[in-house]
């Protein structure tokens, strides 16, 4: 039975225009679907097991929505992290282009880009077609650092391998889609999708987030924030091969092209042993799956849109999952997840998808610990400390800015606390300005805007850990990871500051010392 009405596509006038209004989708008990709502029960129970911290989970069968929520402070409209999920939006902008007849999957790379093309291109580059790029069979070893340059830098990586004959994860080659699309059209990546794709299949365009090369071409190889659902809408464009609500978007060829295997990948167990799912194929910057016939989009950490067409079903998992193999175990229980769906419908069961329902909407990570008291606080409060080893950084600052080749964010020159009830204020000065962050201590976070050029919502909680120790922790919502700061009181007056990333982009720890003024 539905909870939800259907809305479908329609045009209204509006102001003398006619407006193309977002479909929403029909949202239904599990049961209805051939799910049982145990079973999202059980996969729910494993997502909060402890190998992953997962943040958002959509579940949709038959074009019905039957299961999703987010963990709290994770929100539905809330941007989120792709990194190399979006691939699949720089693939699909090829595929779009293809479609309309802008380019051919068999043209030639140096054709195309025939101004950064060494004057004399061996044999192999010569060979490097659009389609070797789309499947990661660029015939590469290695990948160059970003410049302004990046396309000319590129296109001098030795090809040692033929193209297409050989595999390996090339996330420039990524970028360089969407530079060929801007190539032919004039258009960058966002430009070009906009009325293209985002807004025929209701993504909408206004929130999207991109890093952008040196160039000012959008980092196609991983650099946008999206949604949960823009994800979950992208796949079921393939899922539905390329027509959305009648439309053709994408042709039925490129479709079936980067949802089959293109490229073997087997040579992904050298890199990344336990991620077994690596190991069987790739499409069009599309993964193939150990389970048969299914497919996902994927970035790390556990960004994972997957299609079952079998099962005519679509997950759409967005989490940190601290590296490759607990990124893997994610999709081994989403594996056995789907091993429980058999039927097409089952007999409504109230109680269980109420259940359900009840769970999905309370969805919440743990609250920061409560501990607002220390002897501690008296000694520190109001007393200004100077950096004098190491850089005390409050940004998001990790790989992707590396990837897209974004100068090095500014770091703190000094910092002062002032606690107040509930909380405190972090003051501290940034190339001579002074700036401060909002600390929550009452067992929630606040918010701060601190923008590193792309993101910027940084939500904020601290707690004492003892007698001589202040923990912060910075959780950038907009991104899969946070970060923990633990200032810890030296017996000369001074802080020892360990600071410690909880993802791929912000892993590692850092030692900074500052002295009391």
Known sequence: ???????????????????????????????????????????????????????????????????????????PGIVHGQQSHTKTYAATAVGIAYTEGILSLEERIIDIFPEEAPKTPSENLQKLRVKDVLCMGCGMKKMPEPSVHW????????????????????????????????????????????PRLFDKIGIDAERLCWAHMPDGMEVGGGGLFATTEDNLRLMKLYADGGVWDGERILSEEYVKLAVSLQNESATESEVNPEAYDNFVGYGYQI?????????????????????????????????????????????????????????????????????????MASL?????????????????????????????CFYE????LHMAGMPALPT???????????????????????????????????????????????????????????EMTMRWVETCGARTYRFILREDGGLLIRTVGSSMANGGEIVIRAAAV
């Open 1 to 75: 039975m539905a909870i939800a009405p259907m809305f479908f596509l329609n045009y209204v006038k509006h102001f003398g225009m006619e407006v193309k209004m977002r479909k929403e989708f029909e949202k239904v008990t599990p049961e209805s679907v051939g799910i049982p709502s145990g079973a999202v029960m059980e996969l729910l129970d494993e997502l909060e097991s402890g190998f992953t911290e997962p943040h958002g989970l959509m579940i949709m069968r038959h074009g019905k929505l039957c299961a999703q929520g987010w963990w709290a402070p994770y929100a």
């Open 151 to 194: 396309i000319r830098d590129f296109l001098a990586v030795p090809v040692e391998d033929e193209p297409g004959t050989t595999y390996m994860y090339n996330s420039v080659g990524s970028t360089l889609l969407g530079a060929i699309v801007r190539k032919k059209t004039g258009l960058g990546l966002h430009d070009y999708l906009k």
């Open 287 to 359: 993964w193939m799956c150990r389970p048969e016939g299914v497919y996902r989009a994927d970035g790390a950490m556990g960004q994972f849109t997957i299609v079952d067409p079998g099962r005519d079903l679509i997950l759409a998992i967005t989490e940190n999952a601290s590296g490759a193999h607990w990124a893997q175990r994610s999709l081994d229980v989403i594996w056995a997840f789907f091993e429980k769906i058999k039927e097409e419908s089952l007999p409504e069961d109230p109680e269980a998808s109420g259940r359900l329902a009840r769970r």
């Open 364 to 392: 919440s990570l743990a609250n920061p610990v409560f501990q607002p008291e220390s002897p501690m606080k008296e000694k520190i409060s109001g007393r200004e400390y100077r950096v004098t080893e190491g850089e005390l």
């Open 397 to 400: 600052n990790g790989m992707l």
């Open 412 to 470: 703190a020159e000094s910092i002062r606390f002032q606690f107040e009830k509930g909380g405190a204020v972090l003051h501290y000065v940034e190339k001579g300005q002074k700036k401060q962050l909002a600390i929550a201590m009452d067992g929630s976070r606040r918010e701060n805007s601190l923008s590193n050029g792309v993101i910027s919502r940084a939500l904020v909680s601290g707690r004492f850990a003892g007698e001589a120790e202040f």
